[in-house]
Protein backbone atom coordinates (compact mmCIF):
# COMPACT_ATOMS: atom_id res chain seq x y z
CA UNK A 1 0.00 0.00 0.00
CA UNK A 2 1.13 3.27 -0.80
CA UNK A 3 1.37 5.66 2.11
CA UNK A 4 0.32 9.24 0.67
CA UNK A 5 2.96 11.97 2.13
CA UNK A 6 1.14 13.99 4.86
CA UNK A 7 0.19 18.01 3.46
CA UNK A 8 1.78 21.03 4.58
CA UNK A 9 -1.08 22.51 4.82
CA UNK A 10 -5.19 20.85 4.26
CA UNK A 11 -5.77 23.43 2.19
CA UNK A 12 -4.40 25.59 -0.21
CA UNK A 13 -3.20 29.14 1.62
CA UNK A 14 -3.06 32.29 0.48
CA UNK A 15 -0.60 32.30 -2.09
CA UNK A 16 2.08 34.55 -3.36
CA UNK A 17 1.15 38.38 -2.86
CA UNK A 18 0.58 38.60 -6.88
CA UNK A 19 -0.39 34.41 -7.00
CA UNK A 20 -3.97 33.72 -8.64
CA UNK A 21 -6.94 34.94 -6.85
CA UNK A 22 -9.49 32.11 -7.42
CA UNK A 23 -13.17 32.27 -6.90
CA UNK A 24 -13.44 30.29 -4.01
CA UNK A 25 -11.19 28.53 -1.28
CA UNK A 26 -12.67 26.68 1.29
CA UNK A 27 -10.68 26.86 4.65
CA UNK A 28 -10.22 25.54 7.58
CA UNK A 29 -12.49 27.61 10.58
CA UNK A 30 -11.02 25.93 13.04
CA UNK A 31 -11.43 22.19 14.75
CA UNK A 32 -12.49 20.69 11.68
CA UNK A 33 -9.61 18.24 11.38
CA UNK A 34 -10.07 17.47 15.32
CA UNK A 35 -13.80 16.55 15.05
CA UNK A 36 -13.12 14.34 12.21
CA UNK A 37 -10.62 12.27 14.00
CA UNK A 38 -13.07 12.41 17.27
CA UNK A 39 -15.57 10.59 14.78
CA UNK A 40 -13.23 8.40 14.17
CA UNK A 41 -12.00 7.53 17.44
CA UNK A 42 -16.12 7.29 18.20
CA UNK A 43 -16.15 4.40 15.56
CA UNK A 44 -19.14 5.43 14.09
CA UNK A 45 -18.46 6.62 10.60
CA UNK A 46 -21.94 6.05 8.64
CA UNK A 47 -25.02 8.37 9.21
CA UNK A 48 -27.02 9.76 11.90
CA UNK A 49 -24.00 9.39 14.69
CA UNK A 50 -22.95 11.74 17.07
CA UNK A 51 -21.87 14.83 14.64
CA UNK A 52 -24.53 14.68 12.76
CA UNK A 53 -27.50 14.98 15.76
CA UNK A 54 -25.06 18.20 17.43
CA UNK A 55 -25.42 19.85 13.36
CA UNK A 56 -29.29 18.77 13.56
CA UNK A 57 -29.89 20.26 17.00
CA UNK A 58 -27.90 23.22 16.24
CA UNK A 59 -29.20 23.89 12.37
CA UNK A 60 -32.88 23.34 14.21
CA UNK A 61 -32.62 26.50 16.80
CA UNK A 62 -31.95 28.62 14.12
CA UNK A 63 -34.47 27.67 12.35
CA UNK A 64 -37.40 28.26 14.84
CA UNK A 65 -37.25 24.33 16.14
CA UNK A 66 -37.97 22.88 12.62
CA UNK A 67 -37.01 19.58 12.00
CA UNK A 68 -33.49 19.60 10.60
CA UNK A 69 -32.45 16.04 8.57
CA UNK A 70 -28.67 16.05 7.19
CA UNK A 71 -28.74 15.02 3.72
CA UNK A 72 -25.94 14.31 1.08
CA UNK A 73 -26.57 17.39 -0.61
CA UNK A 74 -29.22 20.32 -1.55
CA UNK A 75 -30.25 18.16 -4.55
CA UNK A 76 -30.72 15.02 -2.40
CA UNK A 77 -33.22 17.16 0.14
CA UNK A 78 -34.70 18.63 -2.73
CA UNK A 79 -35.69 15.15 -4.31
CA UNK A 80 -37.27 14.72 -0.88
CA UNK A 81 -39.23 17.47 -0.70
CA UNK A 82 -40.38 16.30 -4.16
CA UNK A 83 -41.04 12.04 -2.84
CA UNK A 84 -42.62 13.62 0.29
CA UNK A 85 -45.34 16.00 -1.62
CA UNK A 86 -45.86 12.60 -3.57
CA UNK A 87 -45.17 14.77 -6.70
CA UNK A 88 -46.24 12.77 -10.26
CA UNK A 89 -46.99 12.85 -13.93
CA UNK A 90 -49.47 15.70 -14.69
CA UNK A 91 -48.05 17.39 -11.97
CA UNK A 92 -46.92 21.15 -12.22
CA UNK A 93 -44.38 22.82 -9.98
CA UNK A 94 -43.79 26.77 -10.27
CA UNK A 95 -39.46 28.03 -9.71
CA UNK A 96 -37.39 30.63 -11.46
CA UNK A 97 -35.65 30.51 -14.41
CA UNK A 98 -32.39 31.72 -12.31
CA UNK A 99 -31.20 28.88 -10.39
CA UNK A 100 -29.40 26.25 -10.37
CA UNK A 101 -30.35 22.84 -12.38
CA UNK A 102 -31.12 20.98 -9.43
CA UNK A 103 -34.16 23.25 -8.22
CA UNK A 104 -35.61 22.08 -11.36
CA UNK A 105 -34.54 18.44 -11.75
CA UNK A 106 -35.54 16.78 -8.08
CA UNK A 107 -38.94 17.85 -9.38
CA UNK A 108 -38.64 16.71 -12.89
CA UNK A 109 -37.73 13.11 -12.02
CA UNK A 110 -40.60 12.43 -10.33
CA UNK A 111 -42.72 13.13 -13.52
CA UNK A 112 -43.91 16.59 -12.86
CA UNK A 113 -43.63 19.89 -15.13
CA UNK A 114 -41.90 23.25 -14.73
CA UNK A 115 -42.93 26.13 -14.76
CA UNK A 116 -40.74 28.97 -15.25
CA UNK A 117 -41.31 32.15 -13.69
CA UNK A 118 -39.17 35.02 -14.41
CA UNK A 119 -37.13 37.07 -11.78
CA UNK A 120 -37.75 40.84 -9.81
CA UNK A 121 -34.59 43.08 -11.42
CA UNK A 122 -33.48 44.39 -8.28
CA UNK A 123 -33.17 41.06 -5.66
CA UNK A 124 -33.09 38.79 -8.63
CA UNK A 125 -35.58 36.54 -7.08
CA UNK A 126 -38.97 35.03 -8.52
CA UNK A 127 -41.21 37.52 -9.29
CA UNK A 128 -44.12 37.29 -6.56
CA UNK A 129 -46.48 39.55 -8.65
CA UNK A 130 -45.89 37.51 -11.85
CA UNK A 131 -46.68 34.01 -10.20
CA UNK A 132 -50.49 34.00 -10.23
CA UNK A 133 -50.87 34.09 -13.61
CA UNK A 134 -48.51 30.96 -14.08
CA UNK A 135 -51.00 29.13 -11.23
CA UNK A 136 -52.77 26.14 -13.00
CA UNK A 137 -55.29 23.15 -11.19
CA UNK A 138 -51.71 21.08 -11.53
CA UNK A 139 -49.76 23.22 -9.60
CA UNK A 140 -49.15 21.02 -6.84
CA UNK A 141 -45.65 23.36 -5.19
CA UNK A 142 -44.03 26.63 -5.48
CA UNK A 143 -40.14 26.80 -5.40
CA UNK A 144 -38.47 30.06 -4.39
CA UNK A 145 -35.21 30.03 -4.52
CA UNK A 146 -33.08 33.37 -2.20
CA UNK A 147 -30.82 34.22 -4.33
CA UNK A 148 -27.26 35.41 -3.13
CA UNK A 149 -29.52 34.43 0.18
CA UNK A 150 -31.54 37.71 0.20
CA UNK A 151 -35.06 37.02 0.98
CA UNK A 152 -38.11 36.50 -1.49
CA UNK A 153 -41.32 38.60 -0.89
CA UNK A 154 -42.30 35.32 1.05
CA UNK A 155 -45.77 37.04 2.46
CA UNK A 156 -47.12 37.02 -1.24
CA UNK A 157 -45.25 33.64 -2.28
CA UNK A 158 -47.28 31.95 0.73
CA UNK A 159 -50.38 33.45 0.07
CA UNK A 160 -50.42 32.43 -3.89
CA UNK A 161 -49.60 29.02 -3.20
CA UNK A 162 -52.18 28.80 -0.39
CA UNK A 163 -54.96 29.79 -2.47
CA UNK A 164 -54.11 27.19 -4.90
CA UNK A 165 -53.47 24.40 -2.89
CA UNK A 166 -49.91 24.36 -3.78
CA UNK A 167 -46.99 23.61 -1.12
CA UNK A 168 -44.07 26.07 -0.54
CA UNK A 169 -40.49 24.30 -0.70
CA UNK A 170 -37.89 26.90 -0.30
CA UNK A 171 -34.77 26.84 -2.12
CA UNK A 172 -32.53 27.98 0.82
CA UNK A 173 -28.96 26.83 -0.50
CA UNK A 174 -27.43 30.18 -0.32
CA UNK A 175 -29.52 31.58 2.93
CA UNK A 176 -28.67 30.03 6.05
CA UNK A 177 -28.62 32.54 8.74
CA UNK A 178 -30.68 35.24 6.75
CA UNK A 179 -33.65 36.74 7.40
CA UNK A 180 -37.14 38.16 6.10
CA UNK A 181 -38.83 40.77 8.59
CA UNK A 182 -36.89 39.11 11.51
CA UNK A 183 -38.08 35.49 10.72
CA UNK A 184 -35.14 32.66 9.87
CA UNK A 185 -34.99 31.99 5.87
CA UNK A 186 -36.40 28.77 5.23
CA UNK A 187 -38.94 28.61 7.91
CA UNK A 188 -41.66 29.98 5.62
CA UNK A 189 -42.15 27.07 3.69
CA UNK A 190 -43.49 23.12 4.53
CA UNK A 191 -40.33 22.23 3.64
CA UNK A 192 -36.53 23.67 3.00
CA UNK A 193 -33.61 23.03 2.29
CA UNK A 194 -30.01 23.72 2.52
CA UNK A 195 -26.90 23.28 1.00
CA UNK A 196 -23.29 22.99 2.26
CA UNK A 197 -21.06 22.34 -0.88
CA UNK A 198 -17.90 23.99 -0.43
CA UNK A 199 -18.76 26.94 -1.94
CA UNK A 200 -21.43 27.32 0.91
CA UNK A 201 -20.65 29.70 3.64
CA UNK A 202 -20.31 26.66 5.93
CA UNK A 203 -19.61 23.52 4.02
CA UNK A 204 -18.41 19.81 4.60
CA UNK A 205 -17.19 19.59 0.80
CA UNK A 206 -20.64 18.16 0.09
CA UNK A 207 -23.52 18.33 2.23
CA UNK A 208 -26.93 19.11 2.54
CA UNK A 209 -30.42 19.07 4.79
CA UNK A 210 -33.98 18.80 4.87
CA UNK A 211 -36.00 21.51 7.26
CA UNK A 212 -39.56 20.23 8.08
CA UNK A 213 -41.68 23.14 9.08
CA UNK A 214 -44.85 20.64 8.51
CA UNK A 215 -44.45 18.12 11.33
CA UNK A 216 -47.03 15.97 9.83
CA UNK A 217 -44.01 15.33 7.15
CA UNK A 218 -41.36 14.67 9.73
CA UNK A 219 -41.85 10.70 10.24
CA UNK A 220 -42.17 9.72 6.79
CA UNK A 221 -38.88 12.17 5.99
CA UNK A 222 -36.87 9.68 7.80
CA UNK A 223 -37.94 6.89 6.47
CA UNK A 224 -37.41 7.95 2.84
CA UNK A 225 -33.64 9.23 3.50
CA UNK A 226 -33.38 5.79 4.88
CA UNK A 227 -33.61 3.86 1.84
CA UNK A 228 -37.40 3.28 2.59
CA UNK A 229 -37.37 1.82 5.90
CA UNK A 230 -37.98 2.33 9.33
CA UNK A 231 -34.27 2.18 10.35
CA UNK A 232 -34.59 5.59 12.50
CA UNK A 233 -36.59 4.50 14.84
CA UNK A 234 -34.96 1.19 14.78
CA UNK A 235 -31.85 3.29 16.01
CA UNK A 236 -34.14 5.43 18.41
CA UNK A 237 -35.06 1.53 20.36
CA UNK A 238 -38.37 2.28 19.23
CA UNK A 239 -38.96 -0.90 17.55
CA UNK A 240 -36.81 -4.20 17.61
CA UNK A 241 -36.02 -4.58 13.90
CA UNK A 242 -36.52 -2.28 10.66
CA UNK A 243 -37.87 -3.18 7.12
CA UNK A 244 -38.84 -2.05 3.88
CA UNK A 245 -42.08 0.39 4.46
CA UNK A 246 -41.98 2.72 1.63
CA UNK A 247 -40.07 4.18 -1.29
CA UNK A 248 -36.65 5.96 -0.37
CA UNK A 249 -32.88 6.31 -1.48
CA UNK A 250 -30.01 6.80 0.46
CA UNK A 251 -29.83 10.20 1.29
CA UNK A 252 -27.94 9.70 4.97
CA UNK A 253 -24.81 11.94 5.19
CA UNK A 254 -21.72 10.22 6.65
CA UNK A 255 -21.20 11.27 10.66
CA UNK A 256 -17.38 12.26 9.21
CA UNK A 257 -18.84 15.09 6.87
CA UNK A 258 -21.07 15.83 9.60
CA UNK A 259 -18.10 15.87 12.18
CA UNK A 260 -16.56 18.57 9.83
CA UNK A 261 -19.84 20.68 9.52
CA UNK A 262 -20.34 21.01 13.27
CA UNK A 263 -16.87 22.57 13.43
CA UNK A 264 -17.42 24.86 10.42
CA UNK A 265 -20.76 25.87 12.40
CA UNK A 266 -19.34 26.60 15.46
CA UNK A 267 -17.12 29.08 13.56
CA UNK A 268 -20.11 30.78 12.29
CA UNK A 269 -19.84 34.31 13.99
CA UNK A 270 -16.27 34.87 12.71
CA UNK A 271 -17.07 33.21 9.13
CA UNK A 272 -20.15 35.45 8.68
CA UNK A 273 -18.27 38.81 10.22
CA UNK A 274 -15.65 38.13 7.95
CA UNK A 275 -18.07 37.75 4.90
CA UNK A 276 -19.71 40.74 5.70
CA UNK A 277 -16.22 42.70 5.89
CA UNK A 278 -15.37 41.97 2.34
CA UNK A 279 -18.70 42.61 0.61
CA UNK A 280 -19.05 45.57 2.49
CA UNK A 281 -15.59 46.52 1.26
CA UNK A 282 -16.30 46.00 -2.20
CA UNK A 283 -19.23 47.72 -2.26
CA UNK A 284 -17.82 50.45 -0.78
CA UNK A 285 -14.93 50.67 -3.29
CA UNK A 286 -16.45 50.17 -6.43
CA UNK A 287 -19.62 52.56 -6.23
CA UNK A 288 -18.17 55.17 -7.91
CA UNK A 289 -17.02 52.82 -10.74
CA UNK A 290 -20.22 51.21 -10.76
CA UNK A 291 -21.72 54.58 -11.16
CA UNK A 292 -19.41 55.49 -14.11
CA UNK A 293 -19.39 52.09 -16.05
CA UNK A 294 -23.56 52.14 -15.96
CA UNK A 295 -22.68 48.80 -13.62
CA UNK A 296 -25.41 47.90 -10.60
CA UNK A 297 -24.02 46.68 -7.23
CA UNK A 298 -26.27 44.29 -5.37
CA UNK A 299 -29.45 45.42 -3.72
CA UNK A 300 -30.64 44.35 -0.57
CA UNK A 301 -33.87 45.71 0.58
CA UNK A 302 -33.97 46.90 4.36
CA UNK A 303 -36.06 44.40 5.14
CA UNK A 304 -33.98 41.44 4.12
CA UNK A 305 -31.13 40.62 7.09
CA UNK A 306 -28.53 39.02 4.23
CA UNK A 307 -26.12 36.29 5.00
CA UNK A 308 -23.17 37.76 2.89
CA UNK A 309 -22.63 34.74 0.76
CA UNK A 310 -22.59 36.53 -2.93
CA UNK A 311 -20.62 39.44 -4.45
CA UNK A 312 -22.32 39.81 -7.89
CA UNK A 313 -23.01 42.53 -9.97
CA UNK A 314 -24.47 43.35 -12.97
CA UNK A 315 -23.06 44.91 -15.87
CA UNK A 316 -24.63 46.93 -19.05
CA UNK A 317 -24.17 44.07 -21.73
CA UNK A 318 -22.86 40.37 -22.18
CA UNK A 319 -19.93 42.04 -24.06
CA UNK A 320 -18.51 43.85 -21.24
CA UNK A 321 -19.11 40.92 -18.97
CA UNK A 322 -16.85 38.88 -20.88
CA UNK A 323 -14.46 41.42 -21.40
CA UNK A 324 -14.31 42.31 -17.66
CA UNK A 325 -13.99 38.02 -17.10
CA UNK A 326 -10.72 38.31 -19.49
CA UNK A 327 -9.27 41.34 -18.08
CA UNK A 328 -9.78 40.22 -14.47
CA UNK A 329 -8.28 36.67 -15.40
CA UNK A 330 -5.33 38.29 -17.34
CA UNK A 331 -4.52 39.48 -13.61
CA UNK A 332 -5.03 36.39 -12.15
CA UNK A 333 -8.47 36.80 -10.69
CA UNK A 334 -11.02 34.30 -11.68
CA UNK A 335 -14.43 35.82 -12.15
CA UNK A 336 -17.13 33.70 -12.20
CA UNK A 337 -21.08 34.44 -14.34
CA UNK A 338 -23.45 32.46 -12.67
CA UNK A 339 -27.12 30.46 -14.03
CA UNK A 340 -28.40 30.01 -17.54
CA UNK A 341 -32.08 30.76 -17.76
CA UNK A 342 -33.28 27.01 -17.57
CA UNK A 343 -35.93 27.75 -19.71
CA UNK A 344 -33.57 27.98 -22.71
CA UNK A 345 -31.61 25.02 -21.91
CA UNK A 346 -32.33 21.89 -23.92
CA UNK A 347 -34.10 20.20 -21.02
CA UNK A 348 -36.37 23.70 -20.44
CA UNK A 349 -37.30 23.58 -24.62
CA UNK A 350 -38.25 20.25 -24.08
CA UNK A 351 -40.75 21.48 -21.40
CA UNK A 352 -41.89 24.09 -24.05
CA UNK A 353 -39.23 27.00 -22.78
CA UNK A 354 -38.63 29.79 -25.52
CA UNK A 355 -36.60 33.00 -25.81
CA UNK A 356 -38.37 35.90 -24.19
CA UNK A 357 -40.16 33.74 -21.86
CA UNK A 358 -38.51 35.45 -19.26
CA UNK A 359 -36.91 38.26 -20.20
CA UNK A 360 -35.33 39.84 -16.87
CA UNK A 361 -33.64 36.15 -16.54
CA UNK A 362 -32.39 36.39 -19.91
CA UNK A 363 -30.87 39.69 -19.46
CA UNK A 364 -29.19 39.20 -16.00
CA UNK A 365 -27.58 35.62 -16.64
CA UNK A 366 -25.91 37.30 -19.48
CA UNK A 367 -24.51 40.55 -17.17
CA UNK A 368 -24.27 38.69 -14.19
CA UNK A 369 -20.27 38.53 -12.95
CA UNK A 370 -19.45 37.31 -9.13
CA UNK A 371 -16.35 38.12 -7.70
CA UNK A 372 -13.53 36.40 -5.19
CA UNK A 373 -15.66 36.76 -1.67
CA UNK A 374 -15.03 34.07 0.82
CA UNK A 375 -13.61 34.05 4.34
CA UNK A 376 -10.01 33.71 3.94
CA UNK A 377 -9.38 36.32 1.24
CA UNK A 378 -6.96 38.67 2.24
CA UNK A 379 -6.85 42.29 2.59
CA UNK A 380 -4.11 42.31 0.12
CA UNK A 381 -5.81 39.84 -2.22
CA UNK A 382 -9.03 42.05 -2.14
CA UNK A 383 -6.79 45.38 -2.93
CA UNK A 384 -6.00 43.60 -5.70
CA UNK A 385 -9.36 42.82 -7.30
CA UNK A 386 -10.51 46.11 -6.53
CA UNK A 387 -7.37 47.55 -8.46
CA UNK A 388 -8.19 45.13 -10.95
CA UNK A 389 -11.92 46.33 -11.65
CA UNK A 390 -11.12 49.80 -11.26
CA UNK A 391 -8.48 49.55 -14.13
CA UNK A 392 -11.16 48.37 -15.77
C1 LIG B 1 -30.08 27.49 -5.64
C2 LIG B 1 -29.37 26.17 -5.55
N1 LIG B 1 -30.08 25.07 -5.27
C3 LIG B 1 -29.49 23.86 -5.16
C4 LIG B 1 -28.14 23.71 -5.32
C5 LIG B 1 -27.53 22.34 -5.22
O1 LIG B 1 -26.77 22.21 -4.04
P1 LIG B 1 -25.91 20.89 -3.79
O2 LIG B 1 -24.62 21.04 -4.54
O3 LIG B 1 -25.70 20.86 -2.29
O4 LIG B 1 -26.71 19.73 -4.26
C6 LIG B 1 -27.35 24.83 -5.63
C7 LIG B 1 -25.91 24.69 -5.81
O5 LIG B 1 -25.13 25.58 -5.67
C8 LIG B 1 -27.98 26.09 -5.74
O6 LIG B 1 -27.28 27.20 -6.07
Redesign the pocket.
Known sequence: MTVLPRLAAPFPQAGAADGPIPFNRPELAGRELDYVRDAVDRGHLSGDGFYTRQCQELLSGMLAGARVLLTT????A?EMAALLLDIGPGDEFILPSF??V??ANAFVLRGARPVFADIRPDTLNLDEERLSSLITPRTRAILP?H?AGVACEMDRIVEVAGAAGAAVVE?N??GLFADWRGRPLGTFGSLS?L???E??NVFCG???ALVINDPALAARAEILREKGTDRSRFFRGEIDRYTWVDVGSSYVLSDLLAAFLLAQLEAREAIQERRRRIWERYQEELAGWAAARGALLPAVPAHCRQPWHLYHLLLPSLAERQALISHLKGRGIQAVFHYLPLHLSEMGRRFGGRPGDCPVTESVSDRLLRLPCFPGLTGPEQARVVEAMLAF
Do not use: I, M, N, Q
Not at 73 to 76: A, I, Q, Y
Open positions: SCTHLTFSTVYDAHTSFHTKEGG
